[in-house]
């Protein structure tokens, strides 16, 4: 619960559930489901996942959508199969191929070419994404046939691992940064092994602290007649701030704090921290520096239900 505003009827349901999305639907749908389920004002999630991609899909409800963007940053990691000889318009095994080629590839040949995407790389993003250009989002361009210039991204892939090679299949496991397109990485590696590939099936293992085992299936929340089974699985919006320093202030601090002013924080580091009032009570994320640390993003969530500081 929490103090916020909401709308007649609705409840103010505040923290992160974790849902294992299912093939074939948009996380947008997914959404949209667990939020009247669980009868939620104010939802949202923390970076798409594809139609065809299945895994962890973390919503945020109430005040935990003020920490989304720190989901969206986080560093991801996928089980992904990319079938080799097939290109396609999309990527994936979704869109319309265009293109066909044998398949001679070894597992010395897959491990020569996942050497390449090992580190810092550039991306081109694929047409079939929600990047806008001139006010209108790719996809929407791609639809109609129309195709244009984009510009590479960097991205960072911590860690690629080849896990069978059965041809033309060829999986992998992924450890990447944000803004990673797992769809454009399977078009690269099969382009380097003179193959082309598309995906064709994708699994998000985990979003930062979450790992797909926390996560509730699919088939409980579409079976269910009441959200009320799913409340104990509601995450507090702290939990997905696990890597930030933690500071603990007093009632007088908490409430300057609370009301936009910066307050003592000696020996916290440089950066982003977590702020908590006695109790537990988790206020927000304020910038520390030169022991002090300001407001940057203020939480209202109830004292009834207190995050709890790490040991």
């Known amino acids: 619960m929490s103090r916020h505003p909401r709308r ?19 996380s947008n749908a997914a959404l949209q489901v667990a939020k009247r389920l669980l009868n939620a004002c104010k939802a ?43 290109s396609t318009r ?29 580190g810092e790389i550039e991306q081109i993003p694929p047409m079939y994404s929600a990047i806008k250009q001139g006010g209108r989002a790719l996809y929407e361009l791609a ?27 060829f999986v992998i496991r992924v450890r990447c940064g944000k803004g990673t ?6 078009a690269d590696i099969g382009a380097r092994l003179g193959s082309g590939g598309t ?3 994708l699994v998000r293992t985990r979003v930062g602290p979450y790992a797909l085992e926390q996560a509730v299936p699919w088939s409980l929340l579409r079976e269910a007649r009441s959200g009320a089974q799913f409340w104990a699985r509601v995450l507090p919006p702290d939990s997905a701030l696990g890597h930030l320093p933690a500071v603990s202030v007093e009632d007088e601090e908490a409430r300057r704090f609370s009301h936009g002013q910066a307050v003592p924080a000696p020996g916290c580091p440089d950066g982003a921290a977590r702020v908590y009032a006695p109790g537990g009570l988790f206020l927000g ?11 940057e993003r203020l939480l209202h969530a109830d004292p009834a239900r207190p995050s709890v500081l790490p040991a």
């Open 199 to 201: 995906l064709a099936a």
């Open 8 to 26: 007649r009827g609705c409840l103010p349901v505040d923290g992160v559930l974790l849902l294992d999305k299912p093939a074939g639907l948009t």
């Open 285 to 295: 994320v304020g910038r520390a520096g030169r022991d002090l640390v300001k407001p």
């Open 181 to 186: 397109y797992i769809r454009a990485l399977a």
């Open 143 to 169: 639809r109609e046939g129309v195709e244009v210039e984009r510009e590479p991204r960097a991205v960072t892939i911590h860690s690629i691992l080849l896990e069978r090679l059965s041809l033309p299949d």
């Open 90 to 118: 999309t990527y994936d095994s979704e869109g319309e191929v265009t293109q066909t080629r044998p398949v001679q590839v070894s597992a010395r040949d897959a491990e020569t070419a996942l050497a390449r995407f090992r």
């Open 44 to 86: 949202g999630h923390t970076g798409s996942l594809d139609p065809i991609a299945t895994g962890v899909l973390p919503l945020t409800f109430g005040e935990a959508t003020k920490v989304s963007q720190f989901l969206l940053n986080a560093d991801k990691r996928y089980w992904a199969r990319i079938k080799l000889g097939v």
